[in-house]
């Protein structure tokens, strides 16, 4: 674990660290400078002399760190990435509730939950670390960027274990409701029983025929509009994109879905074809003080 940061969160964000490695029980060393290790070590996107110049990073008590200070093992240096320019993304994040131990919020579509990739500052936690003034604020369980709905989340670190706990132990009920077309031939309710696999850096899953059953989602038809239908989803397990996958398996793709029945070319930063895919309901007995918790999306089909 590294020390406290010198540095306050900058935009709700946490600055970022490296360590140089330990002691090297007298092999030569590579580096003479702590700017050379850096210079070796640093992602591509870092500007290292920029950043050396403007005395951007700083060790643990806060001194900058400067190109001629000779390389030092087992040394932390904290620094604040350069963040792109981000389009805001369109939609309003709705606190449902909060207390000393949680925040409930009701998120729109294409708004990451946390800070990765190419969405940081256009994340639920930076927005609500900064907004709320919350700088310990961390989800408790995922939903992707893309789906709608109840996201549940920790005001501080100390109170993320119980709550996690319930997640990772299938505690938690949790509905959600689909916009897909309507089958006439689809014998409603039923449950789908079957094996995803998602392989890293692939972004549709699959699902694996005659391999162990590990998604598991009960749908049943919740109402007609039209020619489309709203599904009312419960999922058993919590695989990557399961529910989308289990639709689409049933030929019932959700609508404004950009990868399930095919993947469309779609830029990050479009915002015009939601995925009607929404967390509707969250449902839990507090692990602190045994109340009963019943969080409710708003929203309404169709999500814009």
């Given amino acids: 674990m590294p020390p406290r940061s010198p540095l306050p969160a900058r935009h709700g964000l946490s600055a970022a660290w490296v360590r140089t490695p330990d002691l090297d029980h007298g092999r030569p060393r590579p580096w003479s400078t702590m700017a050379a290790w850096l210079r070796d070590k640093s992602p591509d996107e870092v500007d290292v002399e920029g950043m050396l110049a403007d005395e951007r990073f700083v060790y643990d008590d806060g001194r900058a760190v400067l190109a001629d200070d000779a390389y030092r093992p087992h040394t932390f240096v904290w620094f604040h990435r350069d963040l792109r320019d981000e389009p805001e993304v369109p939609g309003e994040v709705t606190v449902l509730h909060r207390d000393e131990r949680l925040v409930v919020v009701d998120k729109p579509p294409f708004l990451s939950t946390i800070p990765r990739g190419r969405h940081v500052r256009q994340s639920v936690v930076v927005r609500l670390r900064d907004e709320l003034g919350l700088p310990e604020l961390s989800p408790l ?12 989340l920790a005001t501080e670190r100390r109170w993320r274990g119980p709550y ?6 299938r505690q938690v009920r949790k509905t959600y409701l689909a916009l897909a077309p309507c089958r006439d031939d689809l014998a ?11 392989t890293r850096g692939v972004l549709q899953a699959q699902v694996v025929p005659d391999a162990p059953v ?17 599904y009312r989803l419960t999922p058993q397990t919590g695989r990557t994109h399961q529910l989308r996958l289990h639709l689409n398996d049933l030929g019932i793709p959700i609508v404004g879905d950009p990868l399930y029945p095919v993947e469309l070319d ?6 015009s074809r939601p995925l009607q895919l929404l967390a509707s309901t969250v449902e839990l007995v507090d692990p602190i003080d045994g109340s009963e918790r019943r969080f409710v999306s708003a929203r309404q089909f169709p999500l814009l």
């Fill in 141 to 152: 369980h995922r939903l992707d960027r893309v789906t709608s709905g109840v996201l549940m």
């Fill in 188 to 198: 409603l309710p039923v449950t789908v029983r079957n094996h995803i696999h998602k």
């Fill in 214 to 230: 590990n998604a598991v989602t009960q749908i049943e038809l919740e109402s007609r509009v039209g020619d489309l239908a709203v």
């Fill in 266 to 271: 779609v830029s990050v930063d479009d915002f």
């Fill in 164 to 169: 996690q706990t319930l997640f990772a132990d």
